[in-house]
């Protein structure tokens, strides 16, 4: 605390020494520091920046998102391949100017959305039939710029009308673009002409072109089986041999450098193949047995008496007794049985079927740079022969070395990929579906950046306003300093104590005396001596109230000496 109200004492101070025009170029001079430095903070500091919406967009996206922008007035984004970087704390304000001129990414489905909230009960149907199948059209657009290599997309969907008997021809169109310095996979556009085909119901794939703009390159589905686009031969060895080649890169991987791969596969050219294998048993097998069983039983009971109830009752008087005939009764049983069996000779029936179009052969062919090689030499040097070669250019491996490395690199090579090979037959070696060579990889020329005068006169270029106001600070603090300084050697002590600048004359000071009168003695009993007064700044200072109380008339004397001289 109070080395501030210290310092606050020799600023008023210094400000009350002050004249009035040199306290008005101190308060611009003070001005200039405080803008000046307001400037280079508000100018060269560079805000945190982020992607806007967190992902990247199409270029036809960026265009209109940049126009938003600019409607809106907004310049502190940056566009980055294809992202837009913006300020972190400015977010609401972006998306606020791109939802005001609908340049959002579009989601899908958002295009149909459209269409049906744009139409009303007064549209005719064929109006609205037209805006729903260019919104489909969009949309398909938008799904196909989602698959890799494709930057652009456009789709054309047209029906024929025909009579009432027949249902209309459905085509459709499909232009792709791929990002500059990219190619599109012919399979690709087959993928893609398969998929606008599932997208539009009814549409037959034999309608569907797919047009690679850059190249020319041209797909169509075709019923001619011969036809390159039809031949499933040629369609499933590209898949196996994509396959394979995917297998290996991700085997090895990047531990072998900048790699080449081939695959070739050969295919059994079979497209159906169904065998089947009857084997007999010699021991018949049952395959129905029936048994059948009959029992009949009968009985004959004998004979009685008349006929009627009269007859066989009891006697009664006045009747005549009639004697019934007397026999025995008769049974008989008849079982009878059947049993049949019939029985076929045994057999085993196999029913084989073998997969169309399997790889028979497959040879993988790898080359690996010479650079390599040497990596591989380096790296097994120890520490200090690596730090005693890192300034001498012919610190190299031999022709040797470089060979025994490559056979063991070989050797490595063979080992990973021995799974893959197909057709190789049990105790058969592979090497010869294994072929590993070396080629000579030339370096790239760097690319030459701007050099530091470019860089410099750039920067100069973009920031001239900034160093001109820090030359300006600069050159204004500089000169507050020396000022400040010069004011603070200027003491009015000091000058008082040096004379202000004015010479005493010789002969007042041989002829001023002070001190004792003459014969006076001193304290140790000798005769003192007057003593003289040397005239010098220091000691007019400190003794000049006992020279005037002493020898007042001396002090006048000196005084108009002073003033004789000044005059």
């Given amino acids: 605390m109070n080395m501030l109200s210290q310092f606050g004492k020799q600023i008023a101070d210094l400000v009350a020494s002050m004249t009035p025009s040199a306290r008005i170029m101190a308060g611009l001079m003070a001005g200039v520091i405080v803008v000046s430095l307001g400037w280079i903070l508000s100018t060269e500091s ?7 919406l967190g992902s990247s967009f199409t270029y036809d996206e960026l265009a209109r998102m940049e126009g938003a922008l600019s409607q809106a007035s907004l310049r502190g984004y940056v566009r980055e391949g294809r992202q837009i970087k913006i300020p972190s704390g400015e977010k609401d304000a972006y998306i606020r100017a791109l939802s005001a001129g609908n340049a959002l990414p579009k989601s899908w489905g958002a295009e149909m959305d459209r269409a049906l909230e744009a139409s009303s009960v007064f549209e005719s149907p064929a109006k609205t039939a037209m805006r729903n199948e260019s919104a489909r059209e969009r949309s398909v657009a938008m799904l196909i710029e989602r698959l890799p290599s494709i930057e652009w997309a456009a789709v054309e969907y047209d029906e024929k009308k025909t009579t ?6 459905q085509v459709c169109s499909v232009w792709v673009q791929p990002y500059y310095g990219q190619e599109i996979d012919p399979a690709l556009l087959r993928t893609i002409s398969r998929q606008v085909s599932n997208s539009f119901g009814g549409l037959p794939e034999t309608n569907i072109s797919v047009l690679d703009v850059s190249t020319g390159d041209y797909f169509q589905a075709t019923d001619d089986l011969g036809g390159a686009a039809e031949n499933r031969y040629l369609s499933a060895q590209v898949q196996f041999e994509t396959k394979y080649k995917r297998d290996i890169m991700g085997l090895l991987g990047h531990a072998y450098g900048a790699i080449k791969i081939m695959v070739n596969a050969e295919l059994d050219s079979t497209l159906s193949e169904e065998s089947e294998k009857f084997t007999y048993d010699p021991t018949p097998v049952a395959i129905s047995v029936s048994s059948s069983r009959k029992d009949v039983e009968s009985q004959k009971v004998a004979g009685g008496g008349a006929p009627g109830t009269t007859t066989n009752s009891v006697p009664v008087s006045n009747q005549s007794a009639s004697l019934a005939a007397q026999g025995t009764d008769q049974n008989s049983k008849t079982k009878e049985s059947e049993e049949s069996q019939r029985s076929l000779a045994g057999h085993t029936a196999t029913v084989t079927k073998t997969a169309p ?7 993988v062919t790898i080359g690996v740079p010479d650079s390599h090689f040497e990596e591989i030499w380096r790296h097994r040097k120890s520490k200090e022969t690596a730090a005693d ?5 012919q610190a190299l491996p031999s022709a040797a070395e470089l060979a025994a490395i490559q056979t063991e690199v070989e050797s490595e090579l063979r080992a990973a990929v021995e799974g893959i090979p197909v057709g190789v037959r049990l105790g058969e070696e ?9 080629f000579t990889d030339l370096p790239v020329e760097p690319f030459e950046g701007p050099s530091v005068a470019t860089n410099a006169l750039t920067w100069l270029g973009e920031s001239w306003s900034t160093v001109a106001l820090l030359v300006v600070l600069l050159a204004s603090l500089g000169m507050m300093f020396s000022w400040v300084r010069s004011q603070g050697d200027s003491n009015p002590d000091k000058e008082f104590a040096e004379g202000f600048g004015l010479r005493v004359p010789d002969q007042i000071a041989d ?4 001190g004792a009168e003459e014969g006076m003695v001193a304290e140790d009993g000798t005769p003192g001596s007057r003593a003289k007064f040397e005239i010098t700044g220091a000691e007019i200072k400190d003794d000049l109230s006992t020279l005037i109380n002493d020898n007042p008339e001396a002090a006048a004397n000196l005084l108009k000496a002073w003033i004789g001289e000044a005059a």
């Fill in 164 to 169: 009432f008997l027949k249902n209309a021809e």
């Fill in 511 to 514: 002829t001023l005396e002070l």
């Fill in 357 to 363: 179009l399997v790889p028979t052969k497959v040879t």
């Fill in 389 to 393: 070669a890192q300034g001498d250019e």
């Fill in 430 to 438: 592979t090497k010869p579906f294994i072929k590993v060579y070396a």
């Fill in 46 to 52: 560079t805000p945190s920046m982020e992607p806007l």
